[in-house]
């Protein structure tokens, strides 16, 4: 008995050792992090950080030393069970390997997306000729109509929110959890102007009911909890007797339901339109991405290909600005010199109609970098992953110049923190400096990726944020309470460092403000 036992386990060693081997060699000796368990995993994933297990946050939590203190451009991650992965904190290599990924063909890996292709294929998730056909379609939905909307949607939004608040008349307003505030803005933002759904603000306290789950409910819910869920969870579990499990399900049934509505109903209003204008031309997003519908080929979605769209637009489109937005106003409170600066921009820039429309707030370059230097900070887009179908060489400058060649079916993690912590490309990258943002390209803004695969949302984001910082930053001075008698500096350490996925998006955790009105 005792020896069949030992018999085993000497197989079990000699096997482990015998494929660890082959890792090894498979990412050429590359030095870097040799943990049990890969960081992409679900069971790795689980497990919180710590020193033998690296986990989601290992980028974060060690955003000061990783990559062998950034002397490292790429390193490899091999873990005993799972598979090999390069990671990068290297610019010129997200570059290297971003700009040209149309011509080279990598492919976003399913099992990282699969979990926002329940609804239909999309923009997201889509790779080769199917993505291509979508980003014909959808990116170009987003046009200068769509700004000029958003910023007067933002403004009846913010009115809305203040007023269901009950805000108007408080002169010091303490809030606990500003994130929850900026999620409801953020998904109206894009419900209003992406889908034209006119969704009243209704405060982010008060609960639904399990029979009626309401649109705002049901896509928090699928944004926040389903989606990076089903990463995990197998299907069949659904089906267990657990309330919470009940009403992901709800929540899933429910957003579908709503978005088949939200399609039906356009089909209808579209086919309505017979005096012949370009109805295309006047439309909000929704209406670009259900008039392709009409079309086939090179040019058309099928209908569970504009619910997937949809679906991906929604989520895409709230998910990352609102954690960006929460921790924008989190150094904001802890940096009064430059919210001071934003609020006389914002001043200065207000019509005697106070009216901030989008000739105005194109003025405000200070307020938008330090929407910038926020997502540069906590970048709510925290990795890119790609694997390549051949044989991609990049040049590296660390730790000596050289090429390193990723070999065909290899699995690439562009690591947004750790790029944008790296002190070789930004200067005390631990410190919050909105002016390392003023005259940067919009080709420069690394946070939003680069090549054919760069957001499209990047100006529907950055419209959205500064509207609503304007409005918000004009009526209110923003502050933080400090406590148990920590200086605003660790203050501000333990707050801003305190992050969490929020959904698939990286982000602060709720942060709590004080607002003292302005008049
Ligand atoms: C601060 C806000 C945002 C940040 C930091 C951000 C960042 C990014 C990044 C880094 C990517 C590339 C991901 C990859 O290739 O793996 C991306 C893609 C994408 N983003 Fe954004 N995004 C933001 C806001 C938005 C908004 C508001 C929308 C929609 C209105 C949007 C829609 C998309 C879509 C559809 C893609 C996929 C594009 C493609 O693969 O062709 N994003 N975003
Ligand atoms: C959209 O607006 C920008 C800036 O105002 C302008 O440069 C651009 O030409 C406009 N695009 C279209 C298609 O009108
Ligand atoms: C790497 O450097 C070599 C020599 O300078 C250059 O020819 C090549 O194009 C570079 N590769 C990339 C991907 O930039």
Redesign the pocket.
């Known amino acids: 008995m005792l020896i069949t036992a030992l018999t085993a386990a000497c197989f079990l060693a000699a096997y482990f050792s015998w494929s660890y081997s082959l890792k090894l060699k498979s990412v050429n000796y590359l030095p870097g992090m040799r943990p049990p368990l890969s960081a992409i995993s679900a069971f790795g994933a689980l497990i919180p950080t710590s020193w033998w297990n690296p986990g989601l946050h290992w980028s974060w939590e060690w955003r000061k030393t990783n990559y062998f203190n950034y002397k490292h451009d790429v390193i490899s991650m091999v873990p005993l069970i799972g598979r090999p992965v390069y990671y990068t904190c290297s610019l010129p290599v997200m570059k290297q390997l971003l700009k040209e990924e149309g011509k080279l063909g990598h492919i976003?890996p399913t099992e990282m997306t699969d979990a926002v292709l329940v609804w239909g294929q999309n923009?997201?998730s889509a790779n080769g000729d199917v993505?291509k056909r979508h980003?014909r379609i959808?990116?170009p939905a987003?046009t200068n109509e769509t700004y000029e909307l958003i910023s007067q949607q933002a403004a009846a939004l913010y009115e809305d929110m203040v007023r269901a608040a009950k805000w108007e008349n408080e002169q010091v307003v303490t809030v606990n959890n500003i994130n929850q505030y900026i999620r409801r803005f953020a998904l109206g933002i894009?419900s209003r102007c992406?889908f034209g759904l006119q969704m009243p603000w209704t405060d982010p306290n008060t609960k639904n009911t399990e029979e009626e789950m309401s649109f705002p409910t049901a896509m928090e819910w699928v944004a926040t909890t389903l989606v990076p869920w089903s990463l995990v969870l197998p299907r069949w579990s659904y089906r267990l007797p657990s309330k919470w499990l009940r009403n992901m399900e709800h929540a899933r049934s429910s957003l579908a339901e709503y978005m088949n509505t939200f399609v039906e109903t356009k089909v209808q209003e579209i086919s309505g339109v017979t005096d012949g204008d370009d109805h295309a031309q006047r439309g909000d997003i929704f209406t670009r991405l259900v008039a392709g519908l009409d079309r086939s080929g090179k040019t058309g979605l099928e209908k569970q290909e504009v619910i997937g769209n949809t679906f991906?637009?929604m989520f895409?489109?709230?998910e990352?600005?609102s954690s960006?937005l929460s921790a924008t106003l989190g150094y904001l409170a802890f940096h009064q010199d430059e919210q001071e600066k934003a609020y006389q921009e914002i001043l200065a820039a207000t019509p005697a109609n106070g009216e901030l429309g989008t000739e105005e707030l194109a003025k405000l370059t200070h307020t938008l970098a330090c929407f910038h230097e926020s997502?540069r900070m906590i970048?709510?887009?925290h990795v890119?992953?790609r694997d390549v179908i051949d044989d991609v060489a990049v040049n590296v400058t660390s730790p000596t110049p050289g090429t390193i060649v990723f070999p065909k079916g290899s699995r690439i993690i562009i690591d947004?923190v750790a790029i944008h912590h790296n002190p070789e490309t930004f200067l005390d990258p631990e410190v919050w400096r909105p002016s390392r943002w003023y005259g940067v390209s919009e080709h420069d803004l690394t946070?939003?990726?680069t090549g054919?695969?760069?957001?499209?949302?990047?100006k529907?984001?950055q419209m959205?944020?500064v509207s609503f910082l304007a409005h918000l930053l004009r009526d209110w001075k923003i502050d933080i309470e400090p406590r148990n008698g920590e200086t605003r500096k660790q203050l501000e350490e333990r707050v801003m460092g305190n992050t969490k996925f929020i959904g698939l998006a990286f982000g602060v955790r709720p942060v709590g403000l004080k607002l003292i009105a302005r008049k």
Do not use: D, Y
Not at 452 to 458: A, K, N
């Open positions: 976003k923009l997201l993505w980003r959808v990116a987003i894009i992406g991906a637009l895409a489109g709230h990352t600005t960006v997502a970048p709510a887009a890119i992953p947004m946070m939003f990726s054919p695969r760069v957001c499209p949302g990047r529907f984001a959205e944020a």
